[in-house]
């Protein structure tokens, strides 16, 4: 009887070591999959305008929370380009360039791999007028 209950004992122990490992297990699962990086998006922004381009913002279509400036305090000179890769998960992205007068340009484009916007400089500012 007293080996019976040893046995019975072990084997509780046993089967409640093995369900905190699967637990291990699924949680190492979900927080991985749940770390997994967005789709990569690479977005040219071409200035074919006389404006020099001081900051590029990105945020969802329908959303005015912009993100962190992508230009990391460099410029897009007029004539010149700059090439971004980023991660996205949406099917949409708004472009959001400020110029150096404080003017805003935006567009909202599908978020396909690779994308361009050529700033023209035919376009609207919104300089908060």
């Excluded at 190492?28 to 071409?46: E, M, N, Y």
């Excluded at 305008?49 to 590029?56: K, P, T, V």
Aim: charged fraction near 15%; charge should be neutral.
């Amino acid at each position: 009887m007293k080996n019976l209950r040893g046995t019975l004992q072990a084997s509780r122990i046993k089967v409640g070591l093995l369900m905190m490992v699967a637990l291990f297990v699924m949680i190492g699962a979900v927080s991985t999959s749940s770390r997994a990086s967005a789709p990569s998006l690479s977005i040219t922004v071409v200035n074919n305008s006389s404006w020099e381009i001081r900051h590029l913002y990105l945020s969802p279509a329908n959303n005015d929370n912009w993100g962190d400036d992508q230009l990391n305090q460099s410029t897009i000179n007029p004539g010149g380009r700059r090439t971004l890769n980023v991660s996205w998960d949406q099917s949409t992205v708004k472009l959001v360039a400020e110029d150096q007068d404080g003017c805003f340009l935006s567009t909202t484009v599908a978020a396909s791999a690779d994308l361009t916007w050529t700033i023209a400089g035919t376009e609207s500012r919104n300089c908060g007028n």
